[in-house]
C-alpha cells in the first residue's frame, strides 16, 4: 500500500528520489498494440507518464516502451516536467500510457 502522503513528503525532501516526473509525448503509427492497449493501426500520438533522470531519457523510455507495445515513433517526441499521479520507484518507469489517433477519417 502506497502512503497517502507521498507527495508531501516528496515536496519536503522526507523522500528523496534522483529522478524527476515527465510527461513525455511522441508522435507516430501505431501497429498491432499488446498487452490489451487498443488504438486504431496508423497514426497517433502516445502518451506516457515517467520517472526519469532526464528529458532524454523520459523520450528514450517512450521510444523503447512503445516499440514494445506495437508503436513506432516516427516524429518528433516532446517532453514536458509535470507532477505526479504515482510515487516515485527505485528504477525509472513509465506508466498512464495512452494512445491517440489522428489523421484523415472517411
Known sequence: MVEDNWKLKLRYGKLQTPFKHFTAIGEGVV??????????????????????????????????????????????????????????SEKPYGYSIQFTPFGESD
Do not use: H
Request: net charge negative.
Open 31 to 88: 501497429g498491432e498494440l499488446k498487452d490489451g492497449f487498443s488504438c486504431p493501426q496508423g497514426s497517433a500520438f502516445m502518451g506516457m507518464k515517467t520517472w526519469a533522470l532526464s528529458t532524454e531519457q523520459s523520450a528514450d523510455m517512450l521510444r523503447v516502451i512503445g516499440s514494445r507495445l506495437g508503436f513506432e515513433v516516427t516524429g518528433n517526441v516532446q517532453v514536458y516536467e509535470t507532477e505526479p499521479v504515482d510515487p516515485p
